[in-house]
């Protein structure tokens, strides 16, 4: 991977992780059709670190009293029914579901579920599931109404990103959405829930790119560098757009990019499983 690809990757990934389009599956799709190669899991972990990096900037205020809240509340300071501790207590435990199955699918995580055909069923697949679901979603609770039973279910949404095509805010968009969420509501405690996985799987995967023959850390650092200036921009943009909009534009999105996806496979643009 050169500089070029790097640059064009970062822009990519901060342009995907918060849409409900999958950014795995585009920088898997567009780091092919650069230079015929998969950038691979660790490339696409560790720049997940700059996105997240301004998740934690964006709600730099809404985390800080979290975590605040959340100490306090285990030296009884405050009450342990805070709607701050026990939004901490919901994103430690939303979070579980996405550790436990990370760590033991890994392997396949990494290499088999990254084949472009999966990726294509999934970009429709779940696209449609997303559309069936907001359409018929009540739109109607705020987090303040969150349960600890939402949560676990929360959190078995985010799990679904796992499989790339399937996508971390669309699965835990959609998820909330059935359980009665608002939009806005939803894809904030998405963006809230996915801190703790993001960082730790990232974290986890920088020991992987030194061995990994198709990156560097120079590109890697710019891309992520990137994707955290984009990602920035794009999490401000959406909670507006959620707030009087459907989704109904992004469920169209991955009907296109997967039959997309489909022919060019099809005709050897693109390969199932790239070397390298």
Known sequence: MDWFDAIVL???QGLTEFLPISSSAHVSIVGQLLGGVDPGAAFTAVTQLGTETAVVLYFAKDIGRIIKHWTLSLFGKIP???PDARMGWLIII???PIGVLGILFESAIDHNLRNLWITAAMLAGFGIV???VDHFAKNERTLDKLTYKHGILYGLSQAM???PGVSRSGGTIAGGLAMGYKREAAARYAFLLAIPAVFLSGL????DIPGDPTVSWGPTIIA?????AVGLGVIHWLLKYVSTHSFKPFVIYRLVLAAAVVVMLLTGVLQPLPQG
């Not at 986890?204 to 020991?207: D, Q, T, V």
């Open 10 to 12: 970062g822009i990519v």
């Open 80 to 82: 342990r029914n805070d």
């Open 94 to 96: 939303g979070s579980i």
């Open 130 to 132: 997303i559309g069936i």
């Open 161 to 163: 990103a796992l499989i």
């Open 204 to 207: 986890y995967k920088l020991k």
């Open 224 to 228: 992520t560098v990137l994707a955290f």
